[in-house]
């Protein structure tokens, strides 16, 4: 593989959900992105936003009245046409370790954290022996800071920090080349969201076997963003609205889109200022610019639909527009 292509490179992602009635909902519009190797791209947005479908699309974990367009390639693959004896044997855990939302549900209930590490470590790697898988269980704790005295506890024993700590050390258990982390910090306190995303930025800039790797987090905190992204994605009614260089984006111009700036302003160390209205329903989405009936820059050029490229607005700001 080209060191410097894209790790991940989704075109056109889509996913409609159909309900009785023939009812569709379109729950991810359009999406493009690149996530290089070496980098932390940011998916960030309200929830309901379709930032978690996105990600069981690219796992091939969405439900059985689901329909996909688009690709998504990691490397050659494309994870969308990929059956599912290729996604559960070659992609998840091998080429995709998954850091999944509320990771206490996602760990074994009756076993403790060093059998599962053990058993993921037996499965996706070449290790065998009783002290050799010992020995790797423990160097995945340590990586993921997971405390060595904690191996031998089962999940009901564990915080919310420390059943965190142990579903990232199942996740970076097979080298995968993308990480994707799926609110990684939801319900942690500020100082265990730091060392989390610090834990995941190490995963990035750590090169291991000469290869580099890529991370895509979706998350709705935005300091957990500010603190690890290079670049940010925001998403809006299904749709990725503006994509964005981190330090632009959370520095003094700022983001482009109307709804990104929003999202800033609405942080208590920001304005504090609340985005007014609510979002559409992804089931009746309007023909033109979804966030229009919330936005104080809004035309009548809003009711078509927007254009394609980085900043998906009508009238996006631009650098002028900041006053100091």
């Given at each position: 593989?080209?060191?410097?292509?894209?790790?991940?490179?989704?075109?056109?992602?889509?996913?409609?959900?159909?309900?009785?009635?023939?009812?569709?909902?379109?729950?991810?519009s359009?999406?493009?992105?690149?996530?290089?190797?070496?980098?932390?791209?940011?998916l960030?947005?309200?929830?309901?936003?379709?930032k978690?479908?996105?990600?069981?699309?690219?796992?091939?974990?969405?439900?059985?009245?689901?329909?996909?367009?688009?690709?998504?390639?990691l490397?050659?693959?494309?994870?969308?046409?990929?059956?599912?004896?290729?996604?559960?044997?070659?992609?998840?855990?091998?080429?995709?370790?998954?850091?999944?939302?509320?990771?206490?549900?996602?760990?074994?209930?009756?076993?403790?954290?060093?059998?599962?590490?053990?058993?993921?470590?037996?499965?996706?790697?070449?290790?065998?022996?009783?002290?050799?898988?010992?020995?790797?269980?423990?160097?995945?704790?340590?990586?993921?800071?997971?405390?060595a005295?904690?191996?031998?506890?089962?999940?009901?024993?564990?915080?919310?920090?420390?059943?965190?700590?142990?579903?990232?050390?199942?996740?970076?258990?097979?080298?995968?080349?993308?990480?994707?982390?799926d609110?990684?910090?939801?319900?942690?306190?500020?100082?265990?969201?730091?060392?989390?995303?610090?834990?995941?930025r190490?995963?990035?800039?750590?090169?291991?076997?000469?290869?580099?790797?890529?991370?895509?987090?979706?998350?709705?905190?935005?300091?957990?963003?500010?603190?690890?992204?290079?670049?940010?994605?925001?998403?809006?009614?299904?749709?990725?609205?503006?994509?964005?260089?981190?330090?632009?984006?959370?520095?003094?111009?700022?983001?482009?889109?109307?709804?990104?700036?929003?999202?800033?302003?609405?942080?208590?160390?920001?304005?504090?200022?609340?985005?007014?209205?609510?979002?559409?329903?992804?089931?009746?989405?309007?023909?033109?610019?979804?966030?229009a009936?919330?936005?104080?820059r809004?035309?009548?050029?809003?009711?078509?639909?927007?254009?394609?490229?980085?900043?998906?607005?009508?009238?996006?700001?631009?650098?002028?527009?900041?006053?100091?």
């Amino acid at each position: 593989m080209d060191p410097m292509a894209p790790v991940l490179s989704v075109r056109g992602l889509s996913v409609r959900f159909l309900l009785p009635g023939g009812r569709r909902v379109a729950a991810v519009s359009d999406a493009r992105f690149d996530v290089a190797p070496g980098e932390c791209l940011a998916l960030i947005g309200e929830s309901g936003c379709g930032k978690s479908v996105l990600a069981s699309a690219l796992l091939g974990l969405l439900p059985g009245n689901a329909q996909t367009a688009g690709s998504a390639l990691l490397g050659d693959l494309d994870l969308l046409t990929a059956g599912e004896r290729t996604l559960a044997r070659t992609v998840r855990g091998r080429l995709i370790g998954l850091v999944p939302q509320s990771p206490a549900a996602h760990l074994t209930p009756v076993r403790t954290v060093r059998s599962q590490l053990e058993e993921t470590v037996a499965a996706l790697t070449a290790t065998r022996g009783r002290a050799a898988l010992r020995a790797a269980a423990e160097a995945a704790a340590e990586r993921a800071a997971f405390p060595a005295d904690h191996l031998d506890r089962h999940p009901h024993q564990l915080s919310g920090g420390l059943a965190q700590r142990a579903a990232t050390a199942l996740a970076l258990v097979g080298d995968a080349p993308l990480l994707l982390a799926d609110e990684p910090t939801t319900g942690l306190d500020r100082d265990l969201v730091d060392r989390t995303v610090d834990e995941l930025r190490r995963h990035v800039d750590d090169p291991r076997d000469g290869r580099r790797r890529a991370l895509l987090m979706i998350t709705h905190d935005l300091a957990a963003a500010e603190r690890i992204a290079d670049r940010v994605a925001v998403m809006y009614a299904g749709r990725i609205v503006e994509l964005a260089d981190a330090t632009a984006f959370f520095g003094p111009a700022g983001p482009r889109h109307p709804y990104s700036r929003g999202l800033l302003q609405a942080l208590p160390d920001r304005a504090f200022t609340a985005i007014p209205g609510m979002p559409p329903e992804l089931g009746d989405l309007p023909a033109g610019c979804a966030f229009a009936a919330r936005c104080d820059r809004a035309t009548d050029t809003c009711a078509g639909p927007p254009p394609t490229g980085t900043v998906a607005c009508h009238h996006p700001h631009v650098p002028e527009d900041v006053r100091a």
